[in-house]
T-cell receptor, first 116, second 112 residues
Framework: DSGVTQTPKHLITATGQRVTLRCSPR?????VYWYQQSLDQGLQFLIQ???????AKGNILERFSAQQFPDLHSELNLSSLELGDSALYFC???????????????FGEGSRLTVL | GQSLEQPSEVTAVEGAIVQINCTYQ??????LSWYQQHDGGAPTFLSY??LDGLEETGRFSSFLSRSDSYGYLLLQELQMKDSASYFC?????????????WGLGTSLAVNP
């Protein structure tokens, strides 16, 4: 158990809908990262937050947005969903603003989104 | 640009040794990480190399050559439970922040 909690574990919805994925980082970790993993693909970095502020953006679509709240939990909002958005969405956390010197991120178990 | 290359698939038998290579092209390099992911599960951290040389952790070892922009993960005494995907990730400095660039992963199948 990494200590990172993601909900929901599974989500099935229809095209055009909007969903919110939630992540609670490890206790004490200030940085939260969101990743998308499509079938048999690598991890695509979406966005990073540190202590409530956006710090880095990756390949995140304009239909997607995220935020980190004062209690450090984070939410990823996906709107106007398309079939291609079906994927595993992972949240990861680390203690500080920079991926720590050991290169270690702690990943949650992911939220599997299916868009029909 | 920035890129990573690693083989898409590797097959080996129980008890054998397998090496998964990773070559990268990036600026602001600061380290190479390896992660293991079992089917549909959370990626878990295996090792990290910031300096040239070999780092050993039990049955797993990781090597880095910064001058060759190359690293590898070595898995010894393979077990069935080692069947998984292995990702290399390169750490790069981008302004005041660091980010990880991920490879597409190597699917390792360990056969009896």
């Amino acid at each position: 158990d990494s200590g990172v909690t993601q909900t929901p574990k599974h989500l099935i919805t229809a095209t055009g809908q909007r969903v919110t994925l939630r992540c609670s980082p490890r206790s004490g970790d200030l940085s939260v990262y969101w990743y998308q993993q499509s079938l048999d693909q690598g991890l695509q970095f979406l966005i990073q937050y540190y202590n409530g502020e956006e710090r880095a953006k990756g390949n995140i679509l304009e239909r997607f947005s995220a935020q980190q709240f004062p209690d450090l939990h984070s939410e990823l909002n996906l709107s106007s969903l398309e079939l291609g958005d079906s994927a595993l969405y992972f949240c990861a956390s680390s203690p500080d603003i920079r991926t720590p010197n050991t290169g270690e991120l702690f990943f949650g178990e992911g939220s599997r989104l299916t868009v029909l | 640009g920035q890129s990573l290359e690693q083989p898409s698939e590797v097959t080996a038998v129980e008890g054998a040794i397998v090496q998964i290579n990773c070559t990268y092209q990036t600026s602001g390099f600061y380290g190479l990480s390896w992660y293991q992911q079992h089917d549909g599960g959370a990626p878990t951290f295996l090792s990290y190399n910031a300096l040239d040389g070999l780092e050993e952790t039990g049955r797993f070892s990781s090597f880095l050559s910064r001058s060759d922009s190359y690293g590898y993960l070595l898995l010894q005494e393979l077990q069935m439970k080692d069947s998984a995907s292995y990702f290399c990730a390169v750490g790069t400095n981008a302004g005041n922040n660091r980010k990880l660039i991920w490879g597409l992963g190597t699917s390792l199948a360990v056969n009896p």
